[in-house]
């Protein structure tokens, strides 16, 4: 991942808007950013974070296309593989994200899945 934009909102208290991407550049998302030592072109190494992962829906197959919704600032709906159970690790578009919830018993490592967060953070 790769922070590919980047937004201050306020440099003082070092809050950002970060727009990370995926290797190939064909996935991008917004994350707020706090403390942000970031610039662009900087690789992202850890996992972006989520605040208030809310719905869980699997999905019967891969989807034509990742797919993101923005539902407000750093609020998405997205679909993507699991890859970790025990980390609650996604692949969203070659990005990787880490839930901050546990994950139905029902989605297992490989499935794919649709779900809510109410925040994006790197």
């Not at 994950?103 to 649709?114: A, N, Q, S």
Request: net charge negative; charged share 25%; hydrophobic share 45%.
């Amino acid at each position: 991942m790769i922070v590919s934009q980047l937004k201050w909102m306020s440099k003082a208290g070092a809050e950002a808007e970060v727009l990370v991407a995926s290797t190939t550049g064909d996935f991008a998302v917004w994350a707020f950013c706090c403390p942000c030592d970031f610039a662009v072109g900087d690789a992202v190494e850890l996992p972006l974070g989520t605040l208030d992962v809310i719905a869980f829906a699997t999905e019967e197959r891969e989807p034509r296309a990742y797919w993101q919704k923005s539902l407000g600032p750093w609020c998405y709906n997205f679909v993507g593989r699991l890859l970790d159970t025990s980390t609650s690790l996604a692949d969203v578009g070659g990005l990787l994200i880490e839930l901050d919830t546990d994950i139905p018993w029902e989605i297992e490592e490989g499935d794919w899945f649709e779900f809510t967060c109410g925040r994006l953070d790197l």
